[in-house]
């Protein structure tokens, strides 16, 4: 699993991230908070996603390549062991949980797609998405 990301470190990158999910969303600055989930809260669509994502990495000069977060989830453990036929294991689950301390625990479901693995997406995964991909170009 990368290095740990830090209270202070995300509070660097949140007010530009925050600003570049609201002007995405035509929603009010006032309204993004860290918790807010993309899609539940924000009404972000798939396609909002992606334009999020190329404005972050237009803004903060990186690559946020997709699936990174999966891929970095599952981290060394087998991928048969992550997730078979498109859903994640018990133990990807957990994985997933680990990675993604972001996000309230109860929103991870037993038998969960990969797919809807953005669903969970909130606007802090946003900003760890942002600094791993700073570090990563350091």
């Known amino acids: 699993m990368p290095v740990a990301i830090s209270q202070e470190d995300i ?3 949140f007010p530009q991230v925050a600003r570049i999910v609201a002007e995405a969303l035509a929603r009010d600055p006032s309204e993004i908070r860290p918790t807010s989930r993309l899609f539940a809260d924000l009404e ?3 396609i909002d996603l992606l334009d999020i994502v190329f404005r972050l990495e237009r803004e903060f000069d990186i690559q946020i390549p997709r699936g990174r977060i999966i891929e970095d989830a599952r981290g060394d453990l087998p991928e ?3 997730e078979h036929n498109g859903v994640l294991t018990a133990a990807g689950l957990e994985r997933l949980r ?3 301390t972001e996000v309230p625990p109860e929103n991870f ?4 797609n990969l797919a809807d693995v ?3 997406f909130t606007v802090e995964t ?3 998405m942002v600094l791993r991909a700073k570090r ?3």
């Open 11 to 13: 509070e660097s990158v």
């Open 44 to 46: 972000a669509e798939s």
């Open 80 to 82: 048969a062991e992550f």
């Open 98 to 100: 680990q990675y993604m």
């Open 109 to 112: 479901r037993p038998q969960m």
């Open 118 to 120: 953005p669903s969970l």
């Open 126 to 128: 946003m900003c760890k």
């Open 136 to 138: 990563a170009g350091a």
